[in-house]
């Protein structure tokens, strides 16, 4: 089961406080293991505030209003930052359809001064899973998985990622609630 370049989504019953109601991205997937970016939880930090603290002077005001994602429980002081369409930056990995995700303080330093990809989403830390963990987690329910769309990565609002991102797969994530009494 090849899951790169998929969509992740939580299942309504999925307990989990760093997954509950998520969208995560993968971006790398073997036997080894899963890596993705939680693409629908904000973080309470603006872009520019985090450049700040590495020194990065922000030019591009739309860039220093970016709200930053909890990408995941994983590093959670590591950046990653998906974009599209792929450069040529120091770090970075080209997953597919065009997306790639970036590590390096290049693109960090391009997107402060306007001349970053034309797309991007900037994130906190990662999800990840060992060899197998994921694959038990999809088996036992816990997530839906489809192909991923760059429109809901780059295009949507975060709250509106997660039920987007399921009726892709033609699915109502709310008919599927173990939550009695909503309409």
């Known amino acids: 089961m090849e899951l790169l370049n998929h969509f992740l989504i939580a299942m309504p019953t999925l307990a989990d406080p760093n997954f509950s109601r998520t969208v995560t991205y993968v971006c790398a997937h073997s036997e080894e293991g899963a890596m993705g970016i939680v693409i629908n939880r904000p973080l309470e930090l603006r872009l520019g505030e985090m450049l700040g603290h590495l020194d990065i002077e922000v030019c ?8 930053v994602l909890q990408g995941g429980p994983v590093q959670q002081e590591r950046g ?9 930056w120091e770090a970075v990995l080209e997953v597919a359809d065009g997306i790639a995700v970036a590590t390096s303080r290049d693109i960090l330093a391009a997107l402060a001064e306007g001349e970053g990809p034309e797309h991007s989403a900037v994130a906190l830390g990662y999800a990840g899973w060992g060899a197998g963990q994921l694959e038990q987690e999809l088996a036992d329910n816990a997530w839906l998985s489809g192909p991923a769309d760059s429109a809901i990565i780059f295009g949507m609002s975060f709250e509106e990622r997660w039920d987007a991102a399921a009726r892709l797969l033609g699915v109502n994530l709310e008919l599927l609630s173990s939550e009695v009494g909503h309409a």
């Open 80 to 88: 990653f930052v998906l974009h599209s369409p792929p450069g040529k």
């Open 60 to 67: 591009d005001q739309r860039v220093a209003q970016m709200q």
